[in-house]
């Protein structure tokens, strides 16, 4: 179940805030399945964009919704608030999330098939719909061959992105372009891995 709770405290400090919700407390679902809230952040305007998962363990969904100051689900996001994406495989996952200066929203996670992953990239308009001028329809899936997890990312002051995970458990960077293109003038052809001996790291 997705849970967010404010802390913007008008109260004493500590206690949750109840013109949040009427309680400090925000509870929704991105679908009638499993749910999780795994990235969070606000907007300039004071909205909150919360991802996680949706769905069960055989098949998750990346589930994106965006809530009002006041801790409601703000309806003209997504559809009624909420925004399913798919990456094509039969899991989902996503770590981390920031807003572009221009109000675009980005995520970075992974995708599993049960044997191995790809760094994950989604870029949404300020409504919710996916972003067509980035990746492919929104989605950018990034693979080296490799079995890749990502799970941070940094939006730099030139509008290029650093995703940071592991790759077959070695720390690995990676750059990308604002349209969800690789900058092969980045490391080598677009990635630095650093292995750290005999751990995974």
Known sequence: MLLTGSLFLQAQSGDLDATFNGNGVAIGNYT?????AD???VQADGKIVVAGGTGYAS???IGVSRLNTDGTVDPTFGTEGVTLINSGWIKSFVYDMDVQ???KIVLAGYR?????????MVRLNEDGSLDDSFGTNGIAIIDNGETEVAESFTILPDGKFIISGYVFDNFSMIRINHD???DT?????????TEFGDSSS
């Open 101 to 103: 200066p221009d109000g």
């Open 185 to 193: 003038t980045f490391g080598n052809n677009g990635w630095v891995i």
């Open 59 to 61: 098949n998750i969904e």
């Open 32 to 36: 009638e399945d499993n749910n999780s």
């Open 112 to 120: 599993w098939n049960n044997e191995t992953g790809d760094f994950l």
């Open 39 to 41: 990235a969070m952040v």
């Open 180 to 182: 969800g293109t690789v």
